[in-house]
């Protein structure tokens, strides 16, 4: 599936990202809507504990704030991993990979370490995007284009956690 | 209409994300690593052009603003804790579905990690919110609302800036 002879090059980011902007501007004038990402893991993980727990979830503040449902957001993450995925298989870089190039270069290639630093990294994502009110979507994207404080703020912590941790795991490599 | 409208833009904008390759786990810890500046060059551009059309379409009376609060304890602490995860992730919410899309099956575990950190951010909710979200609350605030000036004073120094950074990243061939 993956041949290095075949690979399409990849699309310069420049056009990509500016593609990307006039999509933004279409979908804020026609739907309405600005790109954001997070608060529909909140709708899930609010859906999914209410399958168990349902007079629990149903009394939880913030599961009344952001409430378990399908909206706008959930179909626009939905249609990223759809987009993706037509896009790798038209593009022929599909690939079906466990352990990311780099990761394996540095730690080995076993799939359920990679897992679990996967796993406790998305714990603590998505934890500290939801205190923050938002992800690299909804204040990286919207945020700033719209010359938010919250926005810039945000962002700029993003980088320098990311930046922390790549330093604890890669070192100067 | 809302939900289509939702899917169409999504699966457009993961087109440009993977044909972008700024999905890819590598990517993502090549900017944190100073090393690819791929993701950034992207998301820059998407911001400039982004804000100059809808504060365009905003002089036009077409679109309205919808800003975030700002609430530093929260903007900064979460910040700093989303920083640190996606450090270990090498995903954020929205690359981590595309990045599932390619096949990336790490993403699957990064995705069910997230759902637990929603669900636990939802347990300690009602004690931050008497906390960390109550510090520097300064409300639905814009950087032209702070500086006093219209805001094509800020956009246009803005761009600018953006640019001199990209002109730097391609001299060091980041």
């Known amino acids: 599936m993956f041949d290095p002879q075949t690979r399409r090059k990849p699309m310069n980011p420049y056009l990509g990202g500016a ?7 279409l979908s804020v004038y026609g739907a ?3 790109f954001g990402a997070s608060t529909t893991f909140v709708r899930v993980a609010g859906y999914l504990e209410s399958t168990v727990l349902a007079e629990r979830v149903a009394a939880m503040p913030y599961f009344l704030k ?11 993450v939905a249609g990223i991993f759809l987009g993706a995925f037509l896009s790798s298989l038209l593009g022929n870089s599909f690939r079906l990979l466990p352990v990311p190039d780099t990761f394996a270069a540095r730690f080995g290639r076993s799939a ?7 796993f406790l990294g998305g714990i603590l994502a998505m934890f500290g995007a939801r205190l923050a009110d938002g992800c690299p979507s909804g204040h990286g994207l919207s945020g700033t284009l719209q010359l938010s404080v919250s926005g810039f703020v945000a962002l700029a912590c993003f980088f320098v956690g990311g930046l922390i941790m790549a330093k604890l795991l890669y070192g100067g490599r | ?18 044909r972008c390759e700024v999905l890819r786990y590598d990517r993502q810890l090549g900017a944190l690593r100073l090393r690819d500046m791929t993701i950034v060059k992207f998301m820059l ?53 595309g990045a599932l899309g390619e096949g990336r099956l790490d993403a699957f575990w990064a995705i069910l990690g997230m759902i637990v950190g929603a669900a636990l951010y939802a347990e300690a909710y009602p004690r931050l919110l008497e906390t960390v979200l109550t510090w520097g609350d300064l409300g639905k605030l814009t950087l032209p609302q702070v500086l006093g ?12 800036l953006v640019i001199l950074i990209f002109r730097l990243f391609e001299r060091l061939r980041l």
């Open chain 1, 19 to 25: 593609l990307a902007g006039l999509l933004v501007v």
């Open chain 1, 32 to 34: 309405g809507k600005f």
């Open chain 1, 66 to 76: 952001e409430l378990p449902k399908l909206d706008w957001q959930m179909m626009f």
């Open chain 1, 112 to 118: 359920g370490q990679r897992g679990i630093v996967a």
């Open chain 2, 1 to 18: 209409m809302d939900l289509w409208y939702g899917l169409a833009t999504g699966a457009l904008f993961g087109v440009l994300l993977q």
């Open chain 2, 45 to 97: 551009t998407t911001v400039v052009v982004g804000m100059i059309g809808v504060y365009g379409l905003l002089d036009l009376g077409l679109v309205k603003l919808s800003v975030k609060p700002a609430v530093l304890g929260g903007n900064i602490i979460g910040g700093l804790i989303f920083g640190l995860g996606w450090g270990l992730v090498g995903y954020c919410p929205g690359t981590a579905a």
């Open chain 2, 149 to 160: 000036m219209n805001h094509w004073l800020v956009i246009g120094p803005f761009a600018v």
